[in-house]
């Protein structure tokens, strides 16, 4: 398939350590942030999501943390396994139905 | 994978020709989005679509236009094609209307090649 980021920042990871990807948001009306994941030649992939309202929410392996005061947003991968490796995007939106505002993504490469 | 088909799978064509692109979205799922993403680049948004309208564009021009049938299907048109057009096109779907709660469920994209 075709590479879906050949030029964007890049976090190299030890199987079964942890990941943390970051993300810088632009909008302070933003309500509803989400994390997606991107293998090469796929669309994105929902992952977690969480609203303004909160400040931290946990899934499977992942965790969201939100910081509005910074417009902040991180993505943490508890035991990375080789299945991780992909491009990660971050997008924000006013709301959950509201059209989605992509940042620019971090591929995530783990190694064996 | 979601659900969400797109057809065809890679297209090439030439500057200044007409190209449609089509998406079926999930089952009872009645919001369509389509967003173009550069090589390289996160998705950006183009438009959407509920109950057959256009609702909500972000910033392209109008020789991009779409459509959406009574079954949800969708189409985007793409008109005088350009070189910086060549990009992946994401069809996005998701329940809930434009107001509606709901998690967007993305297709695996058209590659589009422009020379």
């Known amino acids: 398939g075709e590479s879906v980021g050949l030029h964007l920042p890049t976090l190299s990871v030890q199987e079964g350590d942890n990941s943390i990807i970051n993300c810088a948001y632009s909008?302070?009306?933003?309500?509803?942030f989400i994390w997606y994941k991107q293998e090469s030649g796929k669309g994105p992939q929902f992952i977690i999501d969480?609203?303004?309202?909160?400040d931290k929410r946990q899934g499977q392996r992942v965790t969201v943390l939100l910081n509005k005061t910074v417009k902040h947003l991180s993505l943490q991968i508890a035991a990375t396994q080789p299945g991780d490796s992909a491009v990660y995007f971050c997008?924000?939106?006013?709301?959950?139905?509201?059209?989605?505002?992509f940042g620019g993504g971090t591929r995530v490469l783990v190694k064996p | 994978e979601t659900g969400v088909t797109q057809s065809p799978t890679h297209l090439i064509k030439t500057r200044g020709q007409q190209v449609t692109l089509r998406c079926s979205s999930q089952?009872?799922?009645?919001?369509v989005s389509w967003y173009q993403q550069a090589l390289g680049q996160g998705p950006q948004f183009i438009f959407q679509?509920?109950?057959?309208?256009?609702?909500g564009r972000g910033n392209f021009p109008p020789r991009f236009s779409g459509l959406q049938f009574p079954n949800y299907s969708s189409e985007l048109n793409v008109n005088a094609l350009e070189l910086d057009d060549s990009a992946l096109y994401l069809c996005?779907?998701?329940?809930?209307?434009?107001?509606?709660?709901?998690?967007?469920?993305f297709g695996p994209g058209t590659r589009l090649t422009v020379t």
């Open positions: 996005a779907s998701r329940p809930g209307g434009v107001r509606g709660d709901g998690e967007q469920y």
């Open positions: 909008n302070s009306a933003s309500d509803y």
């Open positions: 969480i609203r303004s309202n909160m």
């Open positions: 997008a924000e939106s006013k709301a959950a139905g509201n059209k989605l505002t």
């Open positions: 089952s009872g799922h009645n919001t």
């Open positions: 679509y509920y109950r057959e309208e256009e609702n």
